[in-house]
């Protein structure tokens, strides 16, 4: 079998720049509870959920009219969650921010899809974003695949992303993660520059989100530790860095490097400014935090793999960065 990633690129780009989430809908939702989750209310969930509609009487109207259930069936806003239950909730008129279309297949065979991803493009359906997401626009574009994407980057980072295109090949792969046989390589801008040429930030990170979805170092916490060198001083005061995470925790890279006083440039959820009613859109400052190459064994022949995402324009550049974020 030919594979063609030059077809697979345009087939998504094509979709992907129609904006299918802009365009409104009524967005079935459905919110699967995990044992870390039961014991609060739906009241509860709907604020965690929807942050930004925490409207009381609009969510008991869309009960009334069917459009909150817990499994199958109407209950109060007071009903208590436990682990299984499935909440489905209709989210009329929904209108989701714009992506970037300009998503790039690097690479494809009979196991596996590595892409470079741009930004700003959410993985999966998740928040204001459902349609407009990665793995919704690559079912559509690509009814011949189910894409099973193995490891993830934020909504707000580019770069390469490896996706399983058969269950035993997703295994594989998340396997190699999890044993942390992986290699992954990112570069990141950032305000200012460390004071040596390398180091290394060992600092654990919570395993549970904020209610605005983002960590925090804690003692207690998982372990993270990220490999930095320094790549080039710019004359506006940023810098640019290589960066080698040799575990994988969510935000690992941005919250270290705000961590040690070196934020990324266009970071807003770790410079005090986090704002749960905010979204990653194209109109927000680009989060300079890019997956540059990754090595890995190929789940079926086990021939050592190493692939590369395009530089971002920002990496060279010696035009201003935004300022300095406040502390």
């Not at 009334?64 to 909730?89: C, F, P, Q, Y």
């Amino acid at each position: 079998m030919r594979f063609q990633p030059a077809a697979r690129t345009a087939a998504f780009r094509a979709l992907a720049a129609t904006q299918p989430g802009c365009t409104p809908y009524h967005n079935h939702r459905p919110i699967f509870i995990r044992k870390h989750s039961e014991g609060q209310t739906l009241a509860s969930l709907l604020a965690q959920v929807r942050p930004y509609s925490q409207d009381a009487s609009l969510m008991e109207r869309h009960r009334a009219r069917g459009w909150l259930t817990v499994d199958h069936k109407s209950v109060g806003l007071e009903r208590v969650l436990v682990a299984g239950n499935i909440v489905r909730m209709v989210i009329p008129d929904t209108v989701e921010p714009a992506i970037s279309p300009d998503l790039l297949v690097l690479h494809e065979d009979h196991d596996i899809l590595v892409i470079a991803k741009p930004s700003p493009l959410p993985m999966h359906p998740s928040g204001r974003f459902n349609k407009n997401t990665l793995v919704w626009l690559a079912r559509e574009a690509w009814p011949d695949l189910t894409l099973k994407p193995v490891h993830r980057l934020d909504a707000n980072t580019t770069g390469v992303l490896v996706c399983g295109k058969t269950a035993p090949a997703a295994r594989s792969l998340v396997a190699q993660f999890r044993e942390r046989r992986v290699q992954k390589h990112y570069i990141a801008r950032v305000h200012g520059a460390p004071d040596t040429p390398e180091l290394t930030i060992d600092a654990p990170i919570a395993q549970r989100p904020s209610k605005a979805g983002t960590r925090s170092i804690q003692p207690d916490g998982q372990t993270a530790r990220t490999d930095v060198r320094l790549l080039r001083r710019f004359s506006d005061g940023t810098s640019l860095l290589e960066l080698r995470p040799h575990t994988g925790r969510t935000h690992q890279i941005r919250l270290h490097l705000q961590t040690v006083g070196l934020p990324i440039v266009g970071e807003n959820a770790y410079t005090g400014d986090a704002n749960p009613t905010t979204g990653f859109t194209r109109a927000d400052p680009s989060l300079c935090l890019h997956a540059t190459r990754i090595g890995f064994h190929h789940p079926t022949t086990e021939v050592w793999m190493e692939h590369a995402a395009p530089p971002p324009p920002w990496h060279a550049h010696e035009t201003s960065a935004p300022s300095q974020p406040a502390r």
